[in-house]
């Protein structure tokens, strides 16, 4: 089955998979990878990101145009719809309470661009830029909120140094910048480790396993990997920009896809291997890619 829109992420659990589009677009899908229901446009400005839980899907629109940021959640029990166009929201009051994500539980207006959303148990962290780290519940309501990170051998300017991921590692909390920086924070918030790693390129995303470590993707032809936040980074260069990766913990492998190429590395011997694609693989999850033209393929390198 192919989409019938150009798909840029997804967010999936144990039940459903949740593809985000380039252009605000969502679709619920079965791991036959059918739509569930007829996918939909819920509010008309980007998505930037999303986190699913068992009940809910929660996701971050973006306008930076119309400086337009909120987060909404939208249960997962009803069907979604298409919500206003941006016509309406251009001509809307900033706060108007009655502009809001279709078919959505509650909102959160955005004074700041926010960062790293990710799930942190039952609940949710994520950065605004410059300003703090906060945890939410999945009604949208603060449980706490903190100081920005700040590493002081960084000698660039945090706006240049932005939070691209937050992961949850047992009940530490460990925090990621573009630069190379990394902070984990225990259950009090207090830091126990917090250091800078000399990489090739700015970091993109992180992804963690238990078994598999630290899979660090950069903007250019190139990844890291490392089994605790004490190693040092095995430096990876690649046929192109790695944009997702999962482990597979029966064989011991890490296994990404992206630009032109899949890739696996074995990390018992660092055994590497790369097989060119025709395309741009966004997304993999167990054998599956999810293509940048809305196809579901074979991993290339099984």
């Not at 659990?13 to 819920?42: C, H, W």
């Not at 999945?138 to 700040?150: A, L």
Request: aromatic share 10%; glycine share 8%.
């Amino acid at each position: 089955m192919s989409l019938d829109f150009t798909p840029q992420m997804v967010n999936s659990n144990d039940n459903t998979i949740i593809v985000i589009g380039t252009s605000g677009e969502l679709a619920r899908l079965n791991f036959d990878y059918e739509y569930i229901s007829p996918y939909s446009k819920p509010f008309p400005t980007t998505i930037m990101s999303g986190v699913l839980f068992e009940k809910i899907w929660i996701g971050i629109w973006i306008d930076r145009e119309l400086q337009d940021a909120r987060m909404a959640g939208i249960p997962l029990e009803i069907n979604w719809e298409n919500g206003i166009g941006r016509d309406i929201l251009r001509t809307s009051s900033i706060g108007d309470l009655d502009i809001r994500p279709k078919n959505s539980a509650w909102q959160k207006i955005l004074t700041a661009e926010p960062m790293g959303l990710s799930k942190v148990g039952e609940n949710i962290v994520f950065a605004t830029k410059n300003k703090g780290i906060y945890m939410i519940n999945q009604e949208g309501e603060e449980i706490w909120r903190d100081h920005y990170p700040v590493w002081r051998d960084m000698d660039i300017s945090a706006e240049m140094n932005p939070i691209v991921s937050i992961i949850e590692n047992d009940s530490n909390i460990v925090i990621w910048s573009a630069a190379g920086c990394v902070m984990e924070l225990n259950q009090e918030r207090v830091i126990e480790v917090s250091k800078i790693f000399t990489l090739k390129d700015k970091i993109s995303n992180v992804k963690f396993s238990k078994e598999g470590g630290w899979f660090v993707m950069m903007h250019g032809k190139s990844v890291a990997i490392l089994k605790d936040l004490n190693d040092e980074p095995f430096i990876i260069k690649t046929p192109g920009p790695v944009l997702d990766a999962f482990f597979e913990p029966e064989k011991g492998v890490w296994r990404w896809t992206g630009w032109r190429h899949d890739g696996e590395m074995k990390i018992k011997d660092n055994d590497l291997l790369f097989k060119k694609r025709e395309n741009i693989g966004i997304h993999i999850s167990n054998s599956k890619i999810l293509t940048n033209d809305g196809f579901w393929e074979d991993y290339s390198s099984s």
